[in-house]
T-cell receptor
C-alpha cells in the first residue's frame, strides 16, 4: 500500500537559515510526488510536484525538492527561511491515475527571529 | 474566479444530528475531491468525482456519509447520525481534469460534534 512518512513532526529554524524537510514514500511504481503548505486559516497550497525527468524540481516561494529513488525520498529544501514560511508542510504521493493523494502527517515549521 | 469555496466554515452539532457541507469548485474543473483532516494529521482521502460521477470512495466513508455532485458543479457531503469521531476539518479540492493536475484546496469546514 502507498504511504508517506514525514519523520519530523516539528522543526524550528532561525530566520535566514537553511531548511530541509524530510519525506519518505512507499509506492510500487514511479511515484507522483507533491509538497503542499498549509498556513493557519488557509487552504493547502501546492509548492511543487515531481512527475518525471529532472530529479531536482523548483517550486514557488524559493522552495526546491529532490527526488531520490534509491532512498525513496523527496526532501524539501530552502536556502534561506523567512518568517512568513512558518506553516505546516505536507508531502503527498499520487496513489493512482485517479488523482487521489496520500498525505504524510505533516511537519510544522517554526521560524525564530 | 476566487478559488474553491466551502460552506459553512464552521459547524457545531450535537451527536446524532445530520450535517451537510457544500463545496463550490473552481469553474470548469471536472474533478472534485473530498478529504478529511484531524488534528495533527495530514488530509485523508474520502471520495472524488469526475463531473457528476462518483468514481472512488475510501473505506473511511462509512454508510453514514454520502456525497453528491449534481450536474457536475458544486458538491455536498452529508454525514448522518454524527458521532464525536466525525469531528474534523473537511477539505474539498478541485482540479481541471484527470490524472494529477494540480488540486486546488478550499479553506475547509471544521466540524465539531458535541
Amino acid at each position: 500500500a502507498q504511504s508517506v512518512t514525514q519523520p519530523d513532526i516539528h522543526i524550528t529554524v532561525s530566520e535566514g537559515a537553511s531548511l530541509e524537510l524530510r519525506c519518505n514514500y512507499s509506492y510500487g511504481a514511479t511515484p507522483y510526488l507533491f509538497w503542499y503548505v498549509q498556513s493557519p486559516g488557509q487552504g493547502l497550497q501546492l509548492l511543487l510536484k515531481y512527475f518525471s525527468g529532472d530529479t531536482l524540481v523548483q517550486g514557488i516561494k524559493g522552495f526546491e525538492a529532490e527526488f531520490k529513488r534509491s532512498q525513496s525520498s523527496f526532501n524539501l529544501r530552502k536556502p534561506s527561511v523567512h518568517w512568513s514560511d512558518a506553516a505546516e508542510y505536507f508531502c503527498a504521493v499520487g496513489a493512482n491515475q485517479g488523482g487521489k493523494l496520500i498525505f504524510g502527517q505533516g511537519t510544522e515549521l517554526s521560524v525564530k527571529p | 474566479d476566487t478559488g474553491v469555496s466551502q460552506n459553512p466554515r464552521h459547524k457545531i452539532t450535537k451527536r446524532g444530528q445530520n450535517v451537510t457541507f457544500r463545496c463550490d469548485p473552481i469553474s470548469e474543473h471536472n474533478r472534485l475531491y473530498w478529504y478529511r483532516q484531524t488534528l495533527g494529521q495530514g488530509p485523508e482521502f474520502l471520495t472524488y468525482f469526475q463531473n457528476e460521477a462518483q468514481l472512488e470512495k475510501s473505506r473511511l466513508l462509512s454508510d453514514r456519509f454520502s456525497a453528491e455532485r449534481p450536474k457536475g458543479s458544486f458538491s455536498t457531503l452529508e454525514i448522518q447520525r454524527t458521532e464525536q469521531g466525525d469531528s474534523a476539518m473537511y477539505l474539498c479540492a478541485s482540479s481541471l481534469s484527470a490524472g494529477f493536475d494540480e488540486q486546488f484546496f478550499g479553506p475547509g469546514t471544521r466540524l465539531t460534534v458535541l
